[in-house]
T-cell receptor
Framework: GAVVSQHPSRVICKSGTSVKIECRSL??????MFWYRQFPKQSLMLMAT?????????EQGVEKDKFLINHASLTLSTLTVTSAHPEDSSFYIC??????????????FGNGTRLTVT | QKEVEQDPGPLSVPEGAIVSLNCTYS??????FMWYRQYSRKGPELLMY????GNKEDGRFTAQVDKSSKYISLFIRDSQPSDSATYLC?????????FGTGTRLQVFP
């Protein structure tokens, strides 16, 4: 149980284009999902908290107009990297918490999306 | 100072060795502690979840939390080559997790 599916696993795009990444909780509902970014050999950095039916909460230093988050249902959150540039190349990982469990219960992660902007 | 400190390694051990992985933290409000394992190009996978101080064992894995020292550990007994991965500690006192940088472990046959 507690499977989080993330798609695509890898994407290559040209500078200036936009890329959408999907994150789905397959066997549970998740009012809250989290988006992380990970650089090589570095830890996961929280970018934003995605809330179903309301605006996402962004961490300090994360441009909300560049990283658009939509959480339209209890099982789907999307991250759109708008007008991507090479410095946006990174590993993006989503995570979700099962609504049946407390706010402090562990997160379940997707397998990440490797974004390369050329 | 980072909230969570973790030696990035790499740590290289022979098969069958006992592995000790550690994290220190500065925020005394942290109450929930987790260890995740991450294989290359994959998302983190939850290994252990503990609340407050104490020990928790699950198969070959033992997690220890010492809140007085702000120190947590993960022990892996009888390590296997398949344990080769990056191990991330994580902790929280709210709904957000704060991660360590991860320790890269290599278990050689």
């Amino acid at each position: 149980g507690a499977v989080v599916s993330q798609h695509p696993s890898r994407v290559i795009c040209k500078s200036g284009t936009s890329v959408k990444i999907e994150c789905r909780s397959l066997d549970f509902q998740a009012t809250t999902m989290f988006w992380y970014r990970q650089f090589p050999k570095q830890s996961l950095m929280l970018m934003a908290t995605s809330n179903e039916g309301s605006k996402a909460t962004y961490e300090q230093g994360v441009e909300k107009d560049k990283f658009l988050i939509n959480h339209a249902s209890l099982t789907l959150s999307t991250l759109t990297v708008t007008s991507a540039h090479p410095e946006d190349s990174s590993f993006y990982i989503c995570s979700a918490r099962d609504d049946r469990w407390a706010y402090n219960s562990p997160l379940h992660f997707g397998n990440g999306t490797r974004l390369t902007v050329t | 100072q980072k909230e969570v400190e973790q030696d990035p390694g790499p740590l290289s051990v022979p098969e069958g060795a006992i592995v000790s992985l550690n994290c220190t933290y500065s925020n005394s409000a942290f109450q929930y502690f987790m260890w995740y394992r991450q294989y290359s190009r994959k998302g983190p996978e939850l290994l252990m979840y503990t609340y407050s101080s104490g020990n928790k064992e699950d198969g070959r894995f033992t997690a220890q939390v010492d809140k007085s020292s702000k120190y947590i550990s993960l022990f892996i007994r009888d390590s296997q080559p398949s344990d080769s991965a990056t191990y991330l500690c994580a902790m929280s006192h709210t709904d957000k997790l704060i991660f360590g940088t991860g320790t890269r472990l290599q278990v050689f046959p």
